[in-house]
């Protein structure tokens, strides 16, 4: 009883000394932050920080693919929430028991999936990417964190960097396509745009690289499986967007569901720590994905869940998502000195460095303002439109058939993309609302004015076998100068567990096409969708295609500018479009087969895809001169310039990304074909042309990298490779 009451006294003793010392030191904004951490940490007991570790779900999970119970007793002292909500002011109270009604008041981190934008919607990240406008998409990202901050989140789970090569995989639509350097320097973007100059800045969030690593590799595009990534692919394209970003100051990442090569990426102490933490000094943590820990028992590395949350805690996961294993298990592993309290130190510590640097300790409440102040400002709107008139890729424009005539006076506007606003978001768009997006239809409405009859019918739906719509859809055509049909993968085909065995569309859209091209009329086909697609059987029906991904909020507006001629398509893809699903994988930087000629191609279809990476067309004429080198030859300190100069022989002003290719023919390990070094995009008024210049930095463009992440520079002969232009040079000691 004495000892009871003893304990009593103490720990009232401790809970009213830590309030009324507002001078403590971790308190006080002019010490350093590690120094603030180290006093935290020294005053934490055990339990404390093991809370630090988890996080929870507050609110109601929209996410059919990740069902957990709303937790309705949100602990005060818990290290993070994902926050199902957008309301700032309950932030602002769960945040307030935090600080005040715990015993050391540690601000809760508040996590949600912004991932190409918050209410205002970007397109997907696949189709950012085809912009090749890096500076556009950290704006964008920064209009998400000002959006998300400003509803109470302070981290998203952004951006996804998996290199992902098989278009039947979901969540190729999350990714910046098939190349890793394309990932590293939009995944850089996005970090920059989310984090800002600062962490601490008013609107900064903290980024999120996902999932670490390999996930892109998912055997035969099935979500959450097996992936077979040798340790040189490892190195060489799987790691490399993560480095970069992680250099370029990125707070947090998630480790993946996927096993690699049978150590899961929850549990694998290679990646997470002798690589993040010991070789990149990564300095902030690791939340596991999804109930990541407590899978280690499916994918057999654990017994149980004590086991489990073991083993990925020693790996090098810091911070447990959702399925409270670290809750129920870590004290004990502890008291068994099977974890050592110095590790618990160091994760506490990482989660803390990060809400410090964020400034939460100094100013936990999210500020209010009104909800018509928050979302979809004008300049918001603008850079949402300006990222989806970037993104469209126009793949095919027979006689220049695009943009519409002038003299135009109607167009038939067929499809089951026609007129939706729900799926032009694409997946992962908690926020958005149908509300705020403007259909294809209104947007050709609205550019056309009254000047145009613009006559509509569904014909179909997105699948199905219903063809009654067919009829109507036909006579809406036969009345019309010219065929538009909009067409598509609805939202939930893409992201999270959303794989397809094949990327065709449904039979009904094909045959709807099919329908429509007796006619005899000009047909555009309209593309709305996550993934590459097998077009095969649709492309010869099609005088000119155009790809505009989910291209968000902006996308009706956006697609009626492109086909009407106000804007000029300037997207490239960044993701290979294979002829038939069978040729998958498929992509640019494969490595050189063993027989050149035919031998190896497949015997039934062609070999080659239908697009390749980087395709992309304009309505300007792009004519490229001869690439010029500064030298034939150069040594390992100098730098090699390479230039080419661009005109536009055309009537329209338009924009050209340049693509530089390395090859190395002769090396050690064998190299791909080419590889991607660098890209620019400039604008080229008609009739002008401009210069684009690349400086070729050895070490950083010539060398590769082995099998354990060693950088090798080999001396040898290199080529350039600009737009079917191939050009030796030589690299000597
Ligand atoms: C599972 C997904 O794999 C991941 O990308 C997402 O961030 C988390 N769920 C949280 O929703």
């Known amino acids: 009883m004495k000892l009871i009451l003893l304990i009593f006294i103490c720990c009232s003793f401790m809970i009213t000394s830590c309030k009324q010392e507002d001078n403590l030191k971790y308190k006080d904004k002019t010490v350093t932050i590690e120094d ?28 059919a693919n990740n069902i957990g119970e709303t937790i309705n007793e949100i602990p005060p002292e818990i290290g993070s929430l994902i926050y199902f909500s957008s309301d700032p002011e309950t932030r602002n109270q769960l945040q307030k028991k935090a600080m005040e009604e715990t015993r050391l008041g540690i601000p809760i981190l508040f996590g949600f999936d912004v991932i190409h934008g918050f209410r205002t919607i970007y397109p997907i990240s696949l189709a ?42 979901g969540r190729v639509a999350e990714g910046y396509g098939e190349d890793q350097y394309t990932n590293a320097v939009f995944g850089v973007a996005s970090v920059m745009g989310y984090q800002g100059e600062s962490l601490s800045d008013t609107f900064s969030i903290a980024a999120c690289l996902k999932h670490y690593v390999g ?46 090569s049978g150590v899961p990426a929850t549990a694998n102490h290679y990646t997470l720590t002798e690589i993040l933490k010991e070789r990149w000094k990564h300095d902030g943590f690791v939340v596991s994905d999804w109930d990541a820990v407590d899978q280690l028992i499916n994918q ?15 790996a090098g996961v810091e911070m447990d998502m959702k399925d409270n294993i670290y809750m129920e298990n870590i004290p004990q592993l502890v008291n068994e000195k099977k ?41 918001s709107r603008a850079i949402a439109k300006q990222l989806a008139v970037e993104s469209i890729v126009l793949l095919k424009n027979e006689k220049q058939i695009l943009p519409l005539e002038t003299a135009l006076k109607s167009i038939a506007l067929i499809g089951p993309m026609a007129n939706d606003k729900s799926n032009l978001m694409g997946a992962w768009s908690y926020n958005g609302k149908e509300q705020d997006v403007e259909s294809i239809l209104e947007g050709l409405i609205k550019e056309y004015k009254n000047e145009v009859s613009i006559n509509f019918s569904k014909g179909c739906d997105f699948d199905g076998i219903d063809e009654a719509g067919f009829q109507e859809a036909i006579k809406a055509a036969q009345k019309s100068e010219i065929i538009i049909v909009c067409l598509g993968e609805k939202k939930n085909w893409s992201g999270e567990n959303a794989s397809r065995s094949s990327i065709a569309l449904p039979p009904i ?77 498929i992509y640019y930087n494969m490595r050189p087969s063993a027989r050149t000629g035919t031998q190896g191609n497949y015997q039934d279809i062609s070999t080659e895809p239908l697009y390749w990476f980087g395709h992309g067309m304009s309505y300007s004429d792009f004519e490229y001169d001869s690439v010029r080198i500064s030298s034939e030859k150069i040594t390992r300190e100098q730098k090699l310039i390479a230039e080419v100069t661009v005109s536009n022989s055309g009537k329209m002003t338009g924009k050209e990304t340049v693509l530089w ?28 042309k401009t210069t684009f210049r690349f400086e070729i930095d050895p070490m950083r463009d010539l060398s590769y990298v082995d099998a354990t992440g060693n950088r090798i520079l080999e001396s040898g002969g290199f080529y350039i490779h600009v737009n079917g232009q191939k050009l030796k040079f030589e690299l000597v000691d």
Request: with cysteine; hydrophobic share 40%; aromatic share 10%.
């Open 215 to 260: 996930y892109g590799q998912s055997e035969g595009g099935r979500d959450y499986r097996y992936t077979e990534v040798s340790p040189q692919s490892l190195w060489e394209t799987f790691l490399p967007p993560y480095e970069a970003c992680v250099k370029a100051g990125a707070a947090t990442l998630m480790s993946a569901f996927n096993d690699i």
């Open 36 to 63: 603030r951490i180290n006093d935290l940490v020294g005053r934490m007991t055990l339990k404390e920080k093991i809370f630090q570790l988890n996080q929870y779900i507050f609110g109601v999970n929209t996410n």
């Open 509 to 585: 859209q094909e045959k709807l096409v099919t329908e429509l091209h007796k006619t005899g009329k000009p047909l555009i086909l309209v593309l709305s969708n996550g993934r590459p697609l097998e077009l095969v059987r649709l492309e010869p029906l099609a005088d000119a295609i155009v790809e505009i991904w989910q291209p968000g909020t902006e996308g009706g507006s956006a697609v009626a500018g492109i086909l009407s001629g106000k804007f000029n398509p300037s997207g490239k893809l960044a993701i290979t479009f294979p002829l038939t699903t069978g040729q998958i994988p």
């Open 300 to 314: 057999g590395v654990a017994g149980d869940r004590k086991e489990a949350g073991y083993k990925a805690f020693m």
């Open 128 to 169: 950012q990417a085809c912009s090749w406008n890096p500076e556009l998409v950290k704006n964008a990202c920064a209009v998400a964190a000002k959006e998300s901050k400003l509803s109470g989140v302070d981290w998203t789970f952004s951006p996804m960097i998996d290199v992902a090569r098989d278009a039947r995989w």
């Open 339 to 379: 974890i050592p309290i110095e590790k618990i130190d160091d994760a506490v510590a990482r989660i803390l460095r990060i809400k410090f640097r964020l400034g939460l300790f100094d100013k936990p409440y999210t500020t209010i303002v009104e909800e018509t102040n928050r979302y979809l400002q004008p300049a």
């Open 661 to 688: 290719f390395i090859s190395d023919p002769v090396c050690s390990i064998s190299r791909p074909v080419k590889e991607l070094k660098y890209f620019d995009k400039k604008e080229i008024q008609a009739g002008s």
